[in-house]
């Protein structure tokens, strides 16, 4: 069908759509429509009525009127939200149209399986419908309308805005620091499911029991936590094999440098002292680190030969050295927990030449 006056096709659809009985919460996906139709007032959670003397033309040759534009949030069988925006409101027809195309356009994948289909995004289940009278019906358990939208309630057009999503989309993080997000108004505002287990996080991350904390300096460049980490000797696509951090004890502020060979983290070690020793017009007093290779010479003579006391950690016991330890693994759990969510290639860990400034 097309909107009078304007002369812009909206949406290809045929007679059926049109002599079903409605349902207000019956939402049909149609791989033809170009725009999303809902003829229920009650189910837009904000809807604009303003007239604009648009009307749509159905396939018998039939024009209705088109009353407003606004958005609906879906609530699917699989928990998550659906916000559809620029949905017309035509009360004339008696079905509620979803558009494949907008949501193709916007990111989601749509699966076609015998009589069921399964739309997902970004490698995330979204929902499912199954064919009934020679279309698509989605599976939808509620619709919130004005009087059932919550405050929280997505903002976002056609985002999943859920906690899963943005755990995922932050590589992973924690849901406190999605908390101090949401509260800084970093991110839109959602309802946290503090009970969800993440099945990327099971399978990426692994830990043992923390060691007990032990007291930290409270100036910044006191103390430098170091150490440099392989990624199982998988190469980038620049031929980065390695990464060295230099964490501040004091702030936690942390950068990260991709190595070729071990023997780099000098020259690495030598940029971040003059960059961070100009910015903040203080001198590094202590480096800590582990007994590697990489660490001894001449790495401990370029610290004697700027007055910085290298510490260096007892053999075999990493937990002495675990600020740097554990930002190792917090930063490799974000690379594999990412990567897998991705599907993309190990060797997509790291780009050919980069600096990593994190907390």
Known sequence: MKVEGDDKFLISMVTEVNMVGSNPKSWWLDSDSTRHVCHE????????????GEKVYVGNSSTSDILG??????????GKEMKLTNVLYVPDLRKNLISGFLLCNHGFKLV????????????????????QNNMWKMNVIAIHGKDKVNENASTSTYMLESSNLWHARLGHVNFDSLRKLIHLDCIPKFN????????????AKLTRTSFHSVERQNESLELIHTDLCDLKFMPTRGGNKYFVTFIDDSTKYCYVYLLKTKDEAIEKFA??????????????????????????????????QHGIVHEVTPPYSPQSNGVAERKNRTLKEMMNAMLLTSGLPQEMWGKPSCRLITY
């Not at 534009?69 to 699989?78: A, D, E, M, P």
């Not at 076609?112 to 064919?131: D, H, L």
């Not at 946290?192 to 399978?203: A, G």
């Open 271 to 304: 940029m971040y002292k003059l960059e961070v020793e100009n910015q903040l017009n203080k001198k590094i007093k202590v480096v800590r680190s582990d007994r590697g290779g990489e660490y001894v010479e001449p790495f401990g003579a370029f610290c004697a």
């Open 41 to 52: 007032k009650s189910a837009f959670c904000s809807l604009d009525e303003t007239p604009t």
């Open 192 to 203: 946290i499911d503090s009970k969800h287990k993440c099945e990327i996080c099971v399978e």
């Open 112 to 131: 076609f399986e015998g009589q069921r289909i399964v739309v997902s995004k970004n490698g995330m289940y979204v929902g499912k419908g199954y064919a």
């Open 69 to 78: 534009v606004g958005h609906v949030i879906l609530k699917l069988t699989s």
